[in-house]
């Protein structure tokens, strides 16, 4: 199906937009509930028997303080959810648009292979990074960080080789782009989403929530941060074609960048 160009360009126009805005939105709350976490487990550490932790701040023309809670008690709780789901959907949609209807997807020169193959090559590899990332993080494996991200970007590795080889350079640094943004999206939705129900459905019946489920989605929430800034980055490569994707080497570029956005990520996390 072909979309004339001036629609397509506003489609495009009004759906960058909207990815980058709910993007902002999502790593922002992420990121600022991590930095939370470490100043209220500081805090934690320093109070005194009796004492709750507390962080406080300054912010525009107030001063906040914030408390750790150990059940929800009878506020009205702000989710944070819709955030991950906008801006994957709006991913998507970019994905559509510009690749898999924009003729972006390949490149015969790296390649000769039809649209159909490509976008199932594409859809699939998403699909199927889901499925191993989650069952790694399930095992016993799931539980030592340092192993499971030596593995994990062994794995990431392979598929930035397959990818450049398979795609077009341009497309192959987007879709190792999709697939961060897409383990950070069901992340949120079928893993950390489903374990706060569970513990707030716990203390409604006066049982305390499960640590175990805390300790989980805290996990998953802790790699999406550093997951999101290797995603920024292959988000923005398409801006420096002869540096990253158009290069001999597109896929020791982009090993290399992922490893720097982990490296990154460590940095900001500790700020």
Same mark, same amino acid.
């Given at each position: 199906?072909?979309?004339?160009?001036?629609?397509?360009?506003?489609?495009?126009?009004?759906?960058?937009?909207?990815?980058?805005?709910?993007?902002?939105?999502?790593?922002?709350?992420?990121?600022?509930?991590?930095? %939370?976490?470490?100043?209220?487990?500081?805090?934690?550490?320093?109070?005194?028997?009796?004492?709750?932790?507390?962080?406080?701040?300054?912010?525009?023309?107030?001063?906040?303080?914030?408390?750790?809670?150990?059940?929800?008690?009878?506020?009205?709780?702000?989710?944070?959810?819709?955030?991950?789901?906008?801006?994957?959907?709006?991913?998507?949609?970019?994905?559509?648009?510009?690749?898999?209807?924009?003729?972006?997807?390949?490149?015969?020169?790296?390649?000769?292979?039809? %649209?159909?193959?490509?976008?199932?090559?594409?859809?699939?590899?998403?699909?199927?990074?889901?499925?191993?990332?989650?069952?790694?993080?399930?095992?016993?494996?799931?539980?030592?960080?340092?192993?499971?991200?030596?593995?994990?970007?062994?794995?990431?590795?392979?598929?930035?080789?397959?990818?450049?080889?398979?795609?077009?350079?341009?497309?192959?640094?987007?879709?190792?782009?999709?697939?961060?943004?897409?383990?950070?999206?069901?992340?949120?939705?079928?893993?950390? %989403?489903?374990?706060?129900?569970?513990?707030?459905?716990?203390?409604?019946?006066?049982?305390?929530?499960?640590?175990? %489920?805390?300790?989980?989605?805290?996990?998953?929430?802790?790699?999406?941060?550093?997951?999101?800034?290797?995603?920024?980055?292959?988000?923005?490569?398409?801006?420096?074609?002869?540096?990253?994707?158009?290069?001999?080497?597109?896929?020791?570029?982009?090993?290399?960048?992922?490893?720097?956005?982990?490296?990154?990520?460590?940095?900001?996390?500790?700020?």
């Amino acid at each position: 199906m072909r979309i004339p160009p001036n629609v397509s360009e506003w489609l495009n126009l009004c759906a960058r937009w909207f990815h980058v805005f709910a993007g902002i939105l999502w790593i922002g709350t992420t990121y600022y509930f991590t930095w %939370l976490d470490a100043r209220l487990s500081e805090s934690e550490r320093a109070a005194r028997a009796g004492e709750l932790a507390q962080v406080w701040m300054v912010h525009s023309g107030g001063f906040y303080v914030v408390e750790k809670q150990k059940t929800p008690g009878t506020h009205t709780l702000h989710w944070f959810r819709w955030e991950a789901a906008l801006t994957w959907l709006s991913g998507v949609v970019l994905l559509v648009l510009v690749y898999y209807l924009g003729g972006a997807l390949i490149d015969p020169d790296v390649r000769d292979i039809s %649209l159909p193959y490509a976008i199932a090559f594409s859809t699939g590899l998403l699909v199927l990074a889901w499925v191993v990332y989650d069952l790694l993080m399930l095992s016993p494996l799931g539980k030592n960080e340092i192993a499971f991200a030596c593995l994990g970007y062994a794995l990431l590795v392979g598929v930035a080789y397959l990818t450049t080889h398979v795609l077009s350079g341009r497309a192959a640094y987007i879709q190792m782009g999709a697939l961060f943004g897409t383990l950070m999206a069901a992340n949120v939705w079928m893993r950390i %989403l489903p374990a706060q129900r569970k513990m707030i459905a716990a203390t409604k019946v006066g049982q305390l929530p499960d640590a175990a %489920l805390a300790a989980r989605a805290k996990l998953r929430s802790k790699q999406n941060t550093f997951m999101v800034v290797p995603a920024v980055f292959t988000m923005i490569s398409n801006h420096f074609p002869t540096a990253t994707y158009g290069s001999r080497y597109n896929w020791l570029i982009l090993s290399a960048l992922i490893l720097v956005g982990w490296l990154a990520a460590k940095f900001i996390r500790r700020a």
